[in-house]
């Protein structure tokens, strides 16, 4: 499937900066399943001043604030061809060793909700991924994706707790007990191209557990399924804040208001 994506943010400051930073994972990744045939970002009120790859292969671009700027937005836009492989990544590819995704963060430290809502999966005598699949319908019959609930600061235990969240937070909470059952797992933010429209109202999270034979799976917990065509990865890590589109300081000002236009639409492909 030919993807076609637009995404833009925009940050408007009460006053003018005088220094400000950002990092942005706003670029996919090469991986299995995923080809990027086109990607280019554009800055306003912003410069760009290094481009690398973090310790999970995330592509990063560092940018810096103008000086005395009202308002930064970056427009990326471009192209991404994908394919079925019924969300299976493959083999452990990064700096960091395979061990370092079953150690907990302090968004997914579990407590008890989350050790009551293990305590309710049923382990499938047919693999490691029908259980898997298991957890995910535990956790979403359990806690409602509903907006507004949490923040990113929201830990996945905080999220099973209220019993409402976002992807964000089934994502950790998916992640927090695979870990606990010794399953390496790691967190996803990317793209998702919804049937029934164009324009997108956020930017999509899920999980990904490691299963021996398969290597790395992905999980959506809030829509019940593994990533199919229409999904395009772009950042992974540890938690949210290792694979979060965009993270950075300011100063100068004291409020900042965000707003994020986002559209992914399929676009046909000539088979001549």
């Known amino acids: ?35 990027i045939l086109e990607w280019e970002m554009e800055l306003e009120g912003a410069r ?41 990544i493959g083999k452990h590819a990064g700096h960091l060793p395979l061990w370092t995704f079953l150690g907990q963060t302090s968004l997914t430290k579990p407590g008890p909700k989350i050790k009551s809502l293990i305590a309710k999966v049923e382990r499938s005598e047919t693999g490691m ?64 191209m919804m049937n029934d429209r164009i324009e997108q109202e956020a930017t999509h999270a899920w999980a990904e557990a490691f299963v021996q034979g398969l290597g790395w799976v992905g999980f959506d917990i809030s829509n019940g399924i593994s990533p199919d065509p229409r999904y395009v990865r772009v950042a992974t890590g540890r938690d949210y804040r290792d694979a979060a589109p965009i993270t950075g300081i300011s100063y100068g000002s004291q409020r900042e208001d965000l707003s994020v236009n986002l559209a992914v639409e399929q676009q046909m492909v000539d088979q001549q």
């Open 1 to 35: 499937m030919r993807l076609s994506i637009r995404h833009t943010t925009r940050y408007r400051f009460d006053e003018p900066v005088s220094y400000g930073i950002q990092r942005l994972r706003l670029t996919p990744k090469e991986t299995q399943g995923q080809k």
């Open 48 to 88: 760009e001043e290094l481009v690398f790859d973090d310790q999970n292969f995330n592509h990063v671009n560092l940018i810096s604030v103008e000086e005395s700027t009202r308002e930064v937005v970056v427009t990326c836009r471009g192209r991404v061809d994908t394919e079925d492989n019924a969300g299976v």
């Open 129 to 192: 991924v029908d259980t898997l699949h298991n957890l995910s319908n535990v956790i979403r019959d359990h806690v409602d994706y509903r907006t507004g609930t949490t923040r990113v600061t929201t830990t996945g235990e905080e999220a099973a707790t209220n019993g409402a969240g976002v992807c964000q937070d089934h994502a950790h909470i998916f992640i927090s007990a695979a870990r606990s059952l010794e399953i390496p797992a790691r967190y996803v933010s990317g793209y998702l």
